[in-house]
């Protein structure tokens, strides 16, 4: 991993005795320990348990390299020099690997196979202005991958059958044209489809065989629309089902095929059902997560419980199961702290013993990191909100600078762990809050109904009551507060600036959008089937285009009054240019400081290290400036970048 001269660059010290300056920027965490490239991460055992393979850079970019266990052959095995891999997984004869990339943040994957003996790479999807979904991958049938596309019709998926010997591609299942998403049983049929209803609902098909019409199988209502299929049961008589329908929160569920009958696998009064664990090879249902205010797994079979059992005792943190071999016997297992690199394990279920691997950023274990504090609070109508505050370690408490870091989605939610963001903003001297607003996922459906046409509305009043706790709670200094996010986060700091401009001293907008209207105008054609959610939960376009431009920051740039940081991916398919490009336009013509970063070769959010890190340089300054935290000077590639990036 790369290591900055940052000494070299920090403000100048006296020739006598270290200036206080020198002394607090002593122990400031250089950017690219944070936002470069991971010296380890997301290691995976194959199939037949005699490999790991794991990303790392190579030549600077994230490349899966690959060991024989028991042996000293650590090898890269792609050879990307662009963007770096992120997803990648073994094929099921563990002698190839599969990995998706795009182009220059297009979002347009292409799924790609590598020979480990020639370490030959192929595109399987070559096909321009199209996107590569997997769709099934299963152990009962090991030559063959469910892959979508929408190669026929740029709005809707087809399911095709993917020879991995030869490359064949063949038409499996064709989209009618309103499926969202596609589940086969463990025989890589595809049986079961979801379905997006004109009122933001969801409908699930079933067939009983590929030779069986569809039918439809369960309606949700709008409120109960963010659950989805978890899979099928081992035989294909059931499905599995994560869905709020008759409770609260989101439940896992086992629903009969013939009969519809179901019955409740597992639940939490206040939390949804999250991902679900199974046997890799039997397909049997092992354990269930909650995302409560830490992740926590539960145990369905019985088989499993010792070994989780005897997973809590091996370090602090939350444990998950990121990797298995086909005879399940060894687990390779992830521990997630607050304040520490990501460890991860390999632990052999006989013995019952862990061994370590690896930890993602071993540079981060010399420094002092800071603790993230589940918090929780009611907002000004009484609504219950979560979310998790970081505060500098060491520091003492009180009127502490405040950044307020508000997530994307925004139909996701924060979880705790370590955050970079968090300990980069809680190391230069910042109180760090992140809140999961009304709308936010995970904490059943009263919660995220309540986020419905909220957008600049109750959503971001969630955020100023936020303020306003840690204000009131002596964490943070009222006069020294900012908003910054990305995606829904890059718009609800727009929306402080404009909307509440009194509140904060300055905003960071990450692609960002900046007109609801012409967001909707432009989503990518894939997105067509999901509008209606966007008609239900934000507004309709067709009937309501004046109330969505009421709820924009393009349409109150006369209320920006402070400085503003605005970045943006020139390729961004979500979130276009033009979004950052009109609000930026705006501000400036009424004479106001906006500061803008536009990556020529990125999409939405910044993949490319040299480009994260440019990115880091530029906001660290621009907090500084205006909340007063401390900052490392740009190295002299960073500068060198911002050169070409500000506009």
Request: with cysteine.
């Amino acid at each position: 991993m790369p290591r900055l001269f940052v000494v070299a660059l920090l403000l100048a010290s006296s020739a006598t005795a270290p200036s206080r300056t020198d002394r607090q920027a002593a122990d400031l965490i250089p950017r690219d320990f944070l936002f470069g490239n991971p010296e380890r991460a997301n290691p995976q055992i194959s199939p037949d348990g005699t490999k790991l393979a794991w990303l790392a850079p190579d030549e600077g970019v994230l490349n899966v390299w690959v060991r024989t266990l028991g042996k000293n052959d650590d090898r890269a095995v792609t050879s990307d020099r662009k963007r770096g891999i992120r997803v990648y997984f073994w094929q099921q004869d563990s002698a190839h690997m599969l990995h998706l990339q795009d182009s220059g943040g297009d979002e347009n994957w292409r799924l790609y196979q590598t020979d480990l003996a020639t370490r030959a790479t192929r595109d399987l999807t070559p096909f321009d202005g199209v996107q590569a979904q997997i769709v099934a991958a299963s152990p009962r049938v090991p030559g063959r991958l469910l892959v979508g596309l929408n190669k026929r019709n740029p709005q809707a998926f087809d399911v095709h059958r993917l020879d991995l010997a030869t490359g064949a591609l063949e038409l499996d299942t064709e989209n009618p044209g309103d499926v969202l998403g596609w589940t086969a049983d463990e025989d890589l049929k595809v049986r079961a489809c979801e379905v997006v209803s004109p009122d933001g609902g969801a409908i699930l098909r079933v067939r009983d065989s590929v030779d069986a019409p569809w039918r439809e199988f369960q309606r949700w209502s709008p409120d109960d629309s963010f659950g989805h299929i978890a899979g099928f049961t081992p035989d294909g008589k059931a499905l599995w089902l994560v869905s709020s329908v008759g409770a609260e929160t989101a439940r896992l569920v086992e629903a009969d095929l013939a009969t519809g009958q179901s019955k409740v696998i597992a639940e939490d009064p206040r939390y949804d059902a999250g991902a679900v664990m199974s046997h890799p090879k039997s397909g049997k249902l092992e354990a269930i997560q909650f995302q409560r205010a830490r992740n926590d797994w539960k145990a369905l079979d019985p088989g499993i419980e010792a070994d989780f059992a005897a997973l809590k005792k091996v370090r602090d943190g939350d444990f998950s199961v990121t990797s298995r071999d086909d005879a399940d016997r060894t687990w390779i297992v992830a521990f997630v702290v607050d304040d520490a690199p990501v460890a991860y394990y390999a632990w052999d279920r006989a013995a019952k013993k862990a061994t370590h691997l690896f930890t993602n950023r071993p540079v981060l274990e010399k420094f002092s990191l800071s603790k993230m504090k589940p918090v929780s609070f009611a907002a000004r109508d009484g609504l219950k909100l979560e979310g998790y505050l970081t505060t500098p370690a060491g520091a003492p408490a009180g009127r502490l600078p405040l950044v307020l870091d508000v997530h994307g989605g925004p139909w996701g939610r924060d979880t705790w762990g370590l955050n970079n963001e968090a300990q980069w903003l809680a190391n230069r001297g910042y109180a760090v809050l992140q809140l999961n607003f009304r709308g936010s996922t995970g904490y059943g459906k009263k919660h995220v109904n309540a986020g419905d046409r909220e957008w600049g509305g109750k959503m971001h009043d969630d955020l100023i009551d936020g303020v306003n706790w840690a204000v009131e709670t002596g964490v943070a200094d009222p006069k020294r507060v900012a908003i910054y996010g990305g995606s829904y986060g890059g718009y609800a700091a727009l929306v402080g600036a404009s909307f509440t401009p009194d509140v904060f001293a300055c905003a960071v907008d990450i692609v960002g959008p900046s007109s609801i209207a012409t967001l909707i105008r432009s989503i990518p054609p894939y997105w067509k089937p999901f509008l209606a959610v966007f008609n239900r939960r934000v507004g309709s376009l067709e009937k309501e285009e004046e109330f969505l431009n009421s709820r924009s920051p393009i349409t109150r740039v006369d209320a920006i009054r402070i400085p503003l940081l605005v970045a943006q991916g020139a390729n961004d398919p979500r979130v276009k240019q033009a979004e950052s490009e009109a609000i930026v336009a705006a501000v400036r013509k009424k004479g106001k400081d906006v500061e803008y970063l536009l990556f020529g070769d990125e999409g939405h959010g910044f993949a490319r290290p040299e480009n994260r890190m440019a990115f880091y340089a530029s906001a660290e300054a621009f907090l500084a400036k205006h909340l007063g935290g401390r900052a490392l000077a740009p190295t002299e590639a960073e500068a060198k970048k911002l050169l070409t990036v500000r506009k």
